[in-house]
């Protein structure tokens, strides 16, 4: 049995259905009781980070468990409760979902220090582990849908900074290798798609697959805050996207890997292959 957290999001479904579809055992755990979100044949539980009588159900029976946390104020306490029942358990592997730059310093501040704080319990867990660092995900894009479809700008927080933007879909085939061939065991994988691309070179490849006009608006980070905060984000959450962002918008997200073709033994998809599959999104036709 594989354990998904993070099951409905992003990334956690399509593992779940990639773990269904090679004959896996996969057991999706969920926040919610109908578990609607899940495949048929998939075991659901109904668990929260912060009840730790329902981790210990999750886990039980449990050989490996794929940690995607995603609390609303950036901290590594759902990880580390995880992590600590699981092993308690038994539970022999753990695959880890980060984000890429990890632990660099930027000015004063370091990023994504929730999920090196993260890292490091897993590093120690005594689990056999592996790390994904993802780039820039391309369904980010979808917050855009409602003012592409109202034909208003979208806004651009990172300026002409370039990233190595991926489809979701390639995070999660990733990761089914992982958690399924000890041989990617105690390694770190940076996930990139095949293609350097700026907000504006994202718009521009939107506004070709849907046919009508994408324009993009810088937003600079002071604004970017402010507009955070009275959204209604919590302040350490603003915080740790600034940061990533202005990292971004500085140039140091340049990066390209061939760690998804090593894993999976093909190209990962470009960003043109993952709009051309949400089209829909963004012009509110089928």
């Not at 660099?104 to 090196?116: K, N």
């Not at 962002?245 to 998804?260: E, M, P, S």
């Amino acid at each position: 049995m594989i354990l998904v957290t993070g099951a409905s999001g992003t990334v956690g479904r399509h593992v779940v259905q990639l773990l269904l579809q090679s004959g896996h055992h996969a057991r999706a755990m969920t926040r919610a009781r109908s578990g609607r979100t899940v495949p048929p044949g998939v075991d659901v539980v109904q668990a929260d980070f912060e009840d730790l009588d329902s981790l210990r159900r999750a886990v039980a029976d449990v050989r490996a468990v794929f940690l995607l946390t995603a609390p609303a104020t950036p901290m590594p306490d759902h990880d580390l409760a995880v992590l600590e029942i699981a092993r308690s358990a038994g539970v022999s592997s753990v695959v880890k979902l980060s984000a890429i730059g990890t632990g660099e310093r930027f000015g004063t501040a370091t990023v994504g220090a929730w999920h090196q704080a993260a890292e490091d319990a897993v590093h120690a867990s005594g689990l056999a582990w592996t790390v994904l660092r993802p780039s820039s995900f391309a369904s980010n894009c979808l917050y855009w849908a409602g003012a592409i479809r109202a034909g208003q700008p979208v806004p651009n927080l990172t300026g002409d900074g370039e990233q190595g933007t991926i489809d979701p879909c390639d995070i999660a085939a990733v990761a089914v290798a992982a958690l399924t061939d000890p041989a990617h065991a105690g390694k770190t994988y940076t996930l990139t798609g095949p293609e350097l691309l700026s907000v504006p070179h994202q718009a521009s490849q939107l506004a070709d697959v849907i046919g009508r006009p994408v324009v993009s608006m810088d937003v600079p980070s002071t604004t970017a805050t402010q507009q955070l905060l009275s959204s209604g984000m919590p302040p350490a959450a603003v915080e740790a996207t600034i940061i990533g962002t202005a990292w971004a918008r500085a140039g140091h997200n340049r990066i390209l890997t061939d760690d998804v073709a090593k894993v999976l033994a093909r190209p990962p998809a470009t960003f043109r292959d993952w709009a051309q599959r949400h089209r829909e999104a963004f012009t509110g036709t089928q």
